[in-house]
């Protein structure tokens, strides 16, 4: 008899993938765990913890996780893609209406402002103008999913700081559409063939067709959102399955994501304007009820990604340069939101938090960096410089804001701030079973787990 053919899937190599994977998903969900009760502990914010928990077990730390940090990274930057999916559903227009001074104003005065300070920099150091414009315009980005996070650990999320901070983000999140357009036709010579992290079939078009393949894909969600995505959710609640309208609305964040990156765009960009696109449809809601859980654990990985991605072998190397690009990105940023605060009247120490909250890179920086190598507008030196300032400065965020809790916001209040509370009934979202029973005590109920019901009063215990 003849040997039975051993299957692919059972393969000495598929196994060890296999375990691979079951290995490094274990270590990263023991990170988080044992990680963020010690940040709570100490004082200090879950995303700081996660970045710190990523930096001891990437690659250059420990080497736990991954081989270059990137592997991680492809995984969690589905977590950015479903947080984004979920800001783009919150955006109502009315919200948009009340937001538009605030909007065009400071989010235009901040990108513009921040874009001419870094791009002149650039110049100075050597840059030509097409690369000095593409440096000033990426890092003029700030991280969306650092900031609201943060803000909304302390409960300053709906603070006046916290809401123009929302605003800024939301345009910077929009300009990213017209940035991918314009570096096609920045490239200063043919597009690098072995391509970068989103690139697609348009990476060996022309820089005018691969922006008219841009508009063209943003017009394809905007319009199959409202014309194709409604009907099928429609036929899909008729069936009254909660579990298959959390497969249909997984699906459709998936599906969205891959046809961007199909095109050599970004996911997270597709997803966001999708969800922009359902924010005034009668699922809004159950989208994000069905969506929100899964952003919690992905974003979670997405910042251990952060810290697991930042080369130290390159920061050692270059220490000095890459501390100065960091002091100074996080500096020019800071005096650039300071100004735009002063001029739309802040408090000051609203603006503090403003400026301070928004002074790193994004999470679109470095989906931005390798579409501007890959279209040959930065070289793989330079880029390599640009992530790791990146990966610092957003690292170095969460810090700031401790800085701002405990130091500088008690001196210039002259008072300590009361964290606002985000929980229904004394909310014991996280196993905060002293809660529960002080709730019960007083005949309340809750449970550990209990979720806010919409629409329902907050802030039961401050």
Not at 420 to 434: I, L
Request: aromatic letters at 6%; proline letters at 3%.
């Amino acid at each position: 008899m003849k040997p039975r053919a051993t299957s692919p899937c059972c393969s000495d190599s598929g196994t060890e993938r296999i375990s691979d994977v079951f290995f490094q998903t274990f270590v990263n969900l023991a990170a988080a765990v044992i990680a963020i009760p010690i940040a709570k502990r100490l004082g200090l914010g879950s995303v700081l913890d996660y970045l710190l928990a990523g930096v001891a077990t990437g690659p250059f730390a420990f080497g736990l996780i991954g081989r270059d940090g990137q592997d991680l990274m492809h995984f969690a930057e589905f977590g950015v893609v479903m947080m984004l999916f979920l800001v783009g559903l919150e955006l109502e227009l009315s919200k948009l209406w009340s937001l538009r001074t605030v909007l065009l104003g400071m989010g235009g005065l901040q990108l513009l402002g921040t874009a001419a300070v870094v791009g002149s920099v650039a110049l100075l150091f050597g840059q030509g103008w097409q690369s000095a414009l593409t440096i000033g315009l990426i890092l003029a980005l700030s991280s969306t999913a650092i900031v609201l996070q943060s803000l909304q650990e302390k409960g300053l999320l709906e603070s006046p700081a916290g809401e123009r901070a929302f605003a800024v983000l939301l345009f910077q999140d929009l300009a990213v559409i017209p940035m991918l357009a314009l570096l096609p036709l920045l490239a200063t010579g043919a597009p690098a063939s072995e391509g970068g992290d989103h690139a697609g079939f348009t990476a060996s078009l022309h820089g005018w067709a691969q922006a008219l393949v841009t508009l063209a894909a943003v017009a394809l969600v905007i319009l199959s959102g409202r014309y194709v995505v409604r009907p099928a959710l429609r036929t899909i609640a008729r069936t009254r399955l909660r579990e298959l309208f959390t497969a249909a609305s997984l699906l459709l964040v998936i599906g969205i994501a891959l046809l961007m990156q199909t095109v050599g765009l970004s996911p997270a960009l597709g997803t966001f304007l999708a969800g922009v696109v359902l924010a005034d449809s009668e699922f809004r809601h159950e989208l994000m009820s069905d969506l929100e859980p899964f952003k919690g654990l992905l974003l979670g990985l997405f910042f251990l990604a952060v810290g697991a991605s930042v080369d130290f072998a390159l920061v050692a190397a270059n220490g000095l340069a890459v501390g100065g690009l960091v002091i100074g990105l996080v500096l020019a940023k800071v005096l650039v939101l300071a100004a735009v605060a002063l001029l739309f009247r802040q408090r000051r120490a609203e603006g503090l938090l403003f400026s301070l909250a928004l002074a790193q890179g994004g999470e679109f920086c470095f989906v931005l960096l390798s579409y501007a190598s890959q279209q040959n507008i930065l070289n793989a030196a330079t880029r390599g410089m640009l992530v790791a300032t990146v990966a610092l400065a957003m690292a170095l965020t969460p810090a700031l804001l401790l800085l701002y809790e405990k130091v500088l916001q008690p001196r210039l209040t002259g008072r300590r701030s009361r964290r606002r509370r985000t929980r229904c009934g004394g909310g014991a979202r996280h196993g905060d079973s002293r809660r529960v029973r002080t709730v019960r005590e007083y005949g309340g109920k809750a449970a550990a787990g209990q979720r806010c019901a919409p629409g329902r009063a907050r802030g039961v215990l401050q």
